[in-house]
T-cell receptor
Framework: EADIYQTPRYLVIGTGKKITLECSQTMGHDKMYWYQQDPGMELHLIHYSYGVNSTEKGDLSSESTVSRIRTEHFPLTLESARPSHTSQYLC?????????????FGAGSRLTVL | AQKITQTQPGMFVQEKEAVTLDCTYDTSDPSYGLFWYKQPSSGEMIFLIYQGSYDQQNATEGRYSLNFQKARKSANLVISASQLGDSAMYFCAMRVSGSARQLTFGSGTQLTVLP
């Protein structure tokens, strides 16, 4: 059973629409992340958060924004979607395990912008 | 800057045989961690195994083992006794100690297990 939940799993929308991808985790992790992944390609970090009211941009520039008002919730918003935003978005949170900071991922949100 | 290289875009293996997925990395930081994740067609990323740069022994987790060769900067994943359910994309990733940006991922290897 997943401990990190992403909704929607699939979304097809038109250009110019505002969208929010939801991510929630029940593990009490302080650190949360958003990665963007094009089909068959590597993951690129676009946002991360070390805790409530803490958000930073990742390595890949993104027009999306995030917020972290509650520990368990880390939504990603696109104010005006474009076809170039078509991708999979993976949310993750992290824990310490045997010295490693292991990321637990959600199932992903596949976004298609027409 | 950190970099992960996976040179095998696709691999095939017969069921019940072992397979090695290659991963090389580049970092100047002496303290780092190496991870392998599995991504089935459903899209989620599943953590498989971790190796710390100071770990003396190669990591093992069930049928997964990590062949860590520090001097060569390689961290190959070995899957023993392959199963049909192992067919997936496999990503190698690295985290440098103190990095605020968490994991750097390789481009992945698509493994197909043949019956």
């Amino acid at each position: 059973e997943a401990d990190i939940y992403q909704t929607p799993r699939y979304l097809v929308i038109g250009t110019g629409k505002k969208i929010t991808l939801e991510c929630s985790q029940t593990m009490g992790h302080d650190k949360m992340y958003w990665y963007q992944q094009d089909p068959g390609m590597e993951l690129h970090l676009i946002h991360y958060s070390y805790g409530v009211n803490s958000t930073e941009k990742g390595d890949l520039s993104s027009e999306s924004t995030v917020s972290r008002i509650r520990t368990e919730h880390f939504p990603l918003t696109l104010e005006s979607a474009r076809p170039s935003h078509t991708s999979q978005y993976l949310c993750a949170s992290s824990r310490q395990k045997s010295g490693a900071n292991v990321l637990t991922f959600g199932a992903g949100s596949r976004l298609t912008v027409l | 800057a950190q970099k992960i290289t996976q040179t095998q875009p696709g691999m095939f293996v017969q069921e019940k045989e072992a397979v090695t997925l290659d991963c090389t990395y580049d970092t100047s930081d002496p303290s780092y961690g190496l991870f392998w994740y599995k991504q089935p067609s459903s899209g989620e990323m599943i953590f498989l195994i971790y190796q710390g740069s100071y770990d003396q022994q190669n990591a093992t987790e069930g049928r997964y083992s990590l062949n860590f060769q520090k001097a060569r900067k390689s961290a190959n994943l070995v899957i023993s006794a392959s199963q049909l359910g192992d067919s997936a994309m496999y990503f190698c990733a690295m985290r440098v100690s103190g990095s605020a940006r968490q994991l750097t991922f390789g481009s992945g290897t698509q493994l197909t297990v043949l019956p």
